[in-house]
């Protein structure tokens, strides 16, 4: 059951340039959501901004009844966001959406993140690692500060590869560029992606190419965050007669439904 | 003093043209869905009412994205009217409605006369619908829609040939995107309302600057949100006098203070729309805000402060 | 490319429809005083131009107090048009503005066709005026004024009126709240507007609830601010392709975004009104922020982006 | 001059309930303001609240370029206004307004505060014993606590009487009642005086009856602050044909110019 929580902070601080970790306080959030999904999250109480912004849950421990959220700088929300000071409360609704499918059984997975598009993976890597399966992550961001994240996989014995644009930390170029070199690809059951589209594009097709299933996470921008206002509105096909709603119908989709046609 | 206070019966319910509400909170059209979409977050049978998303006659696939961008303290619309059409409606989500015993109303749209007709003899056929509001201000439709809300006399026409087919209340829902709303008032209720609805949003649009066109697919979109409320107050403040049937007013209701402005400014009933994208349990926070302001004030009945504000 | 963009040359300077202004950033009337007002916070001769309060031909005291109130996003105001009377404004408050060699428009209001010819009549044998603005939209004054810019005929007979007493560019200001903007804004072309000022606020209301009545004396008031933007921009979208002459567009515009927004759904110069409340050094940096948007583009005048996001 | 400037905040803590004191570096502020005049203070850098907010400068001092706003939390603006950090800057607006007309010789002065009232007769207090005038302050709240500001009085060498509505402090009514008992009354060369409009009207009725000259500060809401909105207007006499600016003709006015008829 989604619901709306004020959440006390326990940890809120820069991690990488503009990107911020926040840790807060909300047990029974922690304990009912799933990788892939996200929080509607309030950034100021008064009304500009007015919406919530969609976040997903970087990280949800039902044990410590902790969640954590991984949030980049881009606007005046999340640029408010920063100012919540540790002990305040954090207004979230959620968990909304439908997350990643974890599989029945063990496997051999890749997780493929690009810059903030690592935020849902980390939960996502810890769950599969609970049920057993292998997994490794492919991570790029512009260079080796906003990978930051790369520890919290490694912490999790989640093997790490890095790609930085620049050059600073691992191979320089793009991660659907390590992807398409990978070694090992044609053992991997399965990819979960999520970041700019047009890497997910390139990922999608590498899977495409290799028949491996996938998922990957999709972004629009939300009002409700629930499927009432229809406002998430996408078309995951050319030629489809009907709009998907990012927030409920996803932020996850299956490779194979999506074909991505929007360029970042 | 205050011990007279404390023993005052509280009578939220309040008969909206002959919907019978609960309490004077409802749920604008287009911003709760169906009902179920908000049942994790509070008790929709205990709402005075919940008005649908807007349905036609034909299912409609809506427009295609971007369909929504934040304002200043607002945000714009331009959802298309995506639904499945009125038949699925009934068969498809009315239930669950009826079932938690919701007061329902269908909040109907249509592309000429007929349609809307159509749909009020359809709709009468239904049972579990409370009453029908006419959305003859959507400004997402491209043919049709706009041009009914802001002729009186097309207004007129609309309402007539709904009442003709349906002994359901019928409440159109006017837009505030014109120069006199008393006229378009006056002329729904000349047409037979028995309620109206005020306000729709206003017209308004985006400019994306880096991309040098505009934000929204449609170009333009509703503004709603807090941004409007003092255009829908002005306009429900001018109507109040000049009609005999009630007003369920909205644009911009966050909190009970706000809906309490309304009341004052002439509404007998008031509707949360992206009040609840903001907090999804604001419906019934200001449904108890209000009941709190009653007992405080000593006022056993709601009626008593409709329009209270209205100089004379 | 990067070379070639920095060696642009940057011509900020705007024709308006034969006012000639340093660059695109006008102050609204009514929010910069007569300029004096602001002269610690910024170089008011290097304001694109300023347009002092509405004058009346006889000296206003304006409506009694409260005279304005914050709403989300916005304020609503109802000053009522104070003012010392055109003959006061141009014997005490002109000449400051010619010293200080300010683009000076006029802005005047008036109950009567013969009001408005009088003063522009009167305007004319003043030095140092580039332009009048027709305040044909102000929905504080009772008597007049906002039927003559809610009504196409009426806008097109008082721009004629004015115009047959001036060979100063005349420029009216439209008011947002009507049905049809092309309408009027085709209206005030055809009775010879050089330019048009859009858009003036809309109108209003908030209510005390406590003291359960009206907050301003007034009743209503005009909405000005973030929150009529979109409003705003979806009106000169709307007119831009309507009309041959420029636009003067105006209405929540607090940075060089929001202006260049405007600019490019149709405005050829923007106004700051609000904005100068909340910042009062915000016309000047818009006018900066324009000027390093033109450079880092690699625009030369502003021309070649006004009305860019117009999708045909 | 006027100005736009952001001070950084050197001192933010609550003195008393709901009320706030607020220090910052503002050295041409501090230099150039007088007694009476206020600042317009952002109190969000977003558009809701939209308006700066007018408090009067509580105290300044020209020597160590600081400048003191004493504030009570009455609803959005002031309340966010809290949330300033330390270190962080507070974007103010000013010196504004017509203040406190100084003596020109040294006089026999008696301030008379009501609630936030006192706020701007601190920096009066200095100003009046810097040009060697007899001071002394009758000072009215709430309670005990409300009158934090009284030993900021004494510590100027400004004997402070308080009055408090439930007697906590001194003697218990209302601050006008203690004036028309003040035996040194008929020695009094003038009286400024600020607080709740009921309370002026008192005060300004005792300075009348015993031929005190007196000055008052008044309040209205605003939007520029400059006197370029007309927002601010008000009728100083029931028959007056013009109304003055509160921000700009005022907000201090001799109390034989205002004739307060309107009640809290
Ligand atoms: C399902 C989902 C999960 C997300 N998870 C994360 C995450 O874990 N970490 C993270 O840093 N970001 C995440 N994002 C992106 C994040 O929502 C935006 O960066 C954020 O909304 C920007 O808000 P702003 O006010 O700072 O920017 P502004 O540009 O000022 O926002 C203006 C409006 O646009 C919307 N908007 C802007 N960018 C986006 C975007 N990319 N997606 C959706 N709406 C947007 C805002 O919500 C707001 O309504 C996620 C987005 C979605 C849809
Ligand atoms: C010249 C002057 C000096 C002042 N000095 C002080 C001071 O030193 N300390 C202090 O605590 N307060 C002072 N005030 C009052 C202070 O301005 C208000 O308490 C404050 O504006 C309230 O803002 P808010 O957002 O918290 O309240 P809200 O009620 O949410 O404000 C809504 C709107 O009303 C206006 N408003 C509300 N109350 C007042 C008021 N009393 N006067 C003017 N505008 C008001 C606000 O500015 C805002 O525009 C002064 C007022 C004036 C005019
Ligand atoms: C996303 C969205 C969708 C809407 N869809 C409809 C609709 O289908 N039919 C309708 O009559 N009004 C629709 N509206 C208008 C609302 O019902 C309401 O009248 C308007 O938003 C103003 O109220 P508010 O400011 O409380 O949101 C929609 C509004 C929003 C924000
Ligand atoms: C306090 C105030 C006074 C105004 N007075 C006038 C006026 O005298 N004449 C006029 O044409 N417009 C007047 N306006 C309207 C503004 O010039 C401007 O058109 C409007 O505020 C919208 O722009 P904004 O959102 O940038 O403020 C006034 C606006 C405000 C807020
Ligand atoms: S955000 Fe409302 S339907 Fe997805
Ligand atoms: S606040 Fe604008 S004139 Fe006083």
């Given at each position: 059951m989604a619901r709306l929580e004020k959440g006390i902070i326990l940890s809120h601080r820069q991690v990488a340039p503009e990107i911020y970790s926040l840790e807060f306080a909300a047990p029974a959030l922690a304990r009912e959501a799933s990788p892939g999904q996200f929080l509607q999250v309030r950034t100021s109480p008064t009304y500009d901004p007015l919406l919530r912004r969609p976040i997903s849950l970087f990280d949800a421990e039902a044990e410590r009844g902790v969640v954590t959220l991984l949030y980049r700088v881009v606007g005046r929300g999340t640029s408010l966001l920063t100012e919540l000071p540790v002990d305040g409360l954090v207004d979230v609704m959620g968990p909304l959406g439908r997350g990643f499918t974890l599989p029945e059984r063990p496997e051999k997975v890749l997780l493929v993140g690009g810059g903030m598009g690592l935020a849902p993976l980390l939960f996502l890597g810890r769950m599969l690692k609970q049920g057993g399966s292998q997994v490794k992550i492919l991570g790029g961001a512009a260079d080796a500060q906003r990978l930051w994240a790369g520890n919290r996989f490694e912490r999790l014995g989640i093997s790490f590869s890095p790609v930085t644009v620049d050059g600073s930390a691992g191979r320089q170029g793009l991660v659907a560029e390590l992807l398409a070199d990978w070694p090992e690809l044609d053992q991997v059951d399965r990819i979960y992606c999520c970041g700019p589209e047009a890497m997910m594009a390139a990922v999608s097709k590498i899977a495409r190419e290799h028949n491996i299933w996938g998922e990957l996470s999709l972004e629009e921008h939300m009002a409700c965050g629930v499927g009432a206002c229809l406002g998430c509105a996408r078309l995951l096909q050319p030629g489809d007669t009907g709009y998907v709603k990012i927030c409920k119908d996803g932020p996850v989709f299956n490779m194979s439904e999506v074909q991505l046609f929007k360029l970042d | 003093m205050e011990s007279a206070k404390q023993d005052i019966m509280i009578d939220l319910a309040v008969d909206l043209g002959g919907i019978a509400m609960k309490n004077p909170v409802a749920v604008a059209s287009g911003t709760f869905g169906y009902g179920k979409e908000y049942e994790d977050y509070l008790d929709i049978s205990a709402l005075g009412a919940v008005i649908v998303k807007g349905t036609t006659l034909e299912p409609r696939s809506g427009?295609?994205?971007?369909r929504i961008v934040e304002t200043a303290a607002g945000m714009l619309n331009a959802i298309g009217l995506e639904n499945p059409g009125v038949r699925a409606f009934a068969q498809e989500y009315l239930p669950y409605l009826v079932e938690k015993k919701v007061t329902v109303i269908a909040n109907v749209a249509g592309n000429s006369l007929e349609d809307y007709a159509a749909m009020a003899a359809y709709l009468q056929g239904c049972s579990g619908i409370a009453g029908i509001e006419l959305n003859i201000s959507c400004p997402n439709v491209k043919k049709g829609g706009l041009q009914f809300g802001t002729d009186p006399h097309m207004v007129k026409e609309v309402v007539r040939a709904v009442k003709a087919e349906t002994s359901l209340p019928v409440m159109p829902k006017l837009s505030p995107n014109v120069t006199d709303i008393v006229a378009i008032a006056r002329a729904a209720e000349e047409g037979g309302a028995d309620a109206l609805s005020m306000i729709n949003t206003l017209m308004g649009m985006a400019i994306d600057i880096r991309a040098r066109r505009p934000v929204l697919a449609n170009i333009f979109g509703g503004l709603s949100g807090p941004a409007i409320k003092p255009v829908a107050l002005r306009m429900i403040y001018q109507v109040f006098p000049a009609v005999n049937i009630p007003i369920l007013g909205g644009g911009g209701i966050m909190n009970s203070n706000d809906a309490l402005e309304f009341i004052m400014a002439g509404a007998s009933a008031i509707s949360v729309g992206t009040g609840n994208f903001v907090d999804p349990q604001c419906a019934a926070e200001i449904a108890a805000g209000i009941s709190d302001y009653m007992v405080a004030q000593g006022i056993g009945s709601l009626r008593e402060i409709v329009g209270a504000a209205i100089q004379r």
């Amino acid at each position: 059951m989604a619901r709306l929580e004020k959440g006390i902070i326990l940890s809120h601080r820069q991690v990488a340039p503009e990107i911020y970790s926040l840790e807060f306080a909300a047990p029974a959030l922690a304990r009912e959501a799933s990788p892939g999904q996200f929080l509607q999250v309030r950034t100021s109480p008064t009304y500009d901004p007015l919406l919530r912004r969609p976040i997903s849950l970087f990280d949800a421990e039902a044990e410590r009844g902790v969640v954590t959220l991984l949030y980049r700088v881009v606007g005046r929300g999340t640029s408010l966001l920063t100012e919540l000071p540790v002990d305040g409360l954090v207004d979230v609704m959620g968990p909304l959406g439908r997350g990643f499918t974890l599989p029945e059984r063990p496997e051999k997975v890749l997780l493929v993140g690009g810059g903030m598009g690592l935020a849902p993976l980390l939960f996502l890597g810890r769950m599969l690692k609970q049920g057993g399966s292998q997994v490794k992550i492919l991570g790029g961001a512009a260079d080796a500060q906003r990978l930051w994240a790369g520890n919290r996989f490694e912490r999790l014995g989640i093997s790490f590869s890095p790609v930085t644009v620049d050059g600073s930390a691992g191979r320089q170029g793009l991660v659907a560029e390590l992807l398409a070199d990978w070694p090992e690809l044609d053992q991997v059951d399965r990819i979960y992606c999520c970041g700019p589209e047009a890497m997910m594009a390139a990922v999608s097709k590498i899977a495409r190419e290799h028949n491996i299933w996938g998922e990957l996470s999709l972004e629009e921008h939300m009002a409700c965050g629930v499927g009432a206002c229809l406002g998430c509105a996408r078309l995951l096909q050319p030629g489809d007669t009907g709009y998907v709603k990012i927030c409920k119908d996803g932020p996850v989709f299956n490779m194979s439904e999506v074909q991505l046609f929007k360029l970042d | 003093m205050e011990s007279a206070k404390q023993d005052i019966m509280i009578d939220l319910a309040v008969d909206l043209g002959g919907i019978a509400m609960k309490n004077p909170v409802a749920v604008a059209s287009g911003t709760f869905g169906y009902g179920k979409e908000y049942e994790d977050y509070l008790d929709i049978s205990a709402l005075g009412a919940v008005i649908v998303k807007g349905t036609t006659l034909e299912p409609r696939s809506g427009n295609p994205p971007p369909r929504i961008v934040e304002t200043a303290a607002g945000m714009l619309n331009a959802i298309g009217l995506e639904n499945p059409g009125v038949r699925a409606f009934a068969q498809e989500y009315l239930p669950y409605l009826v079932e938690k015993k919701v007061t329902v109303i269908a909040n109907v749209a249509g592309n000429s006369l007929e349609d809307y007709a159509a749909m009020a003899a359809y709709l009468q056929g239904c049972s579990g619908i409370a009453g029908i509001e006419l959305n003859i201000s959507c400004p997402n439709v491209k043919k049709g829609g706009l041009q009914f809300g802001t002729d009186p006399h097309m207004v007129k026409e609309v309402v007539r040939a709904v009442k003709a087919e349906t002994s359901l209340p019928v409440m159109p829902k006017l837009s505030p995107n014109v120069t006199d709303i008393v006229a378009i008032a006056r002329a729904a209720e000349e047409g037979g309302a028995d309620a109206l609805s005020m306000i729709n949003t206003l017209m308004g649009m985006a400019i994306d600057i880096r991309a040098r066109r505009p934000v929204l697919a449609n170009i333009f979109g509703g503004l709603s949100g807090p941004a409007i409320k003092p255009v829908a107050l002005r306009m429900i403040y001018q109507v109040f006098p000049a009609v005999n049937i009630p007003i369920l007013g909205g644009g911009g209701i966050m909190n009970s203070n706000d809906a309490l402005e309304f009341i004052m400014a002439g509404a007998s009933a008031i509707s949360v729309g992206t009040g609840n994208f903001v907090d999804p349990q604001c419906a019934a926070e200001i449904a108890a805000g209000i009941s709190d302001y009653m007992v405080a004030q000593g006022i056993g009945s709601l009626r008593e402060i409709v329009g209270a504000a209205i100089q004379r």
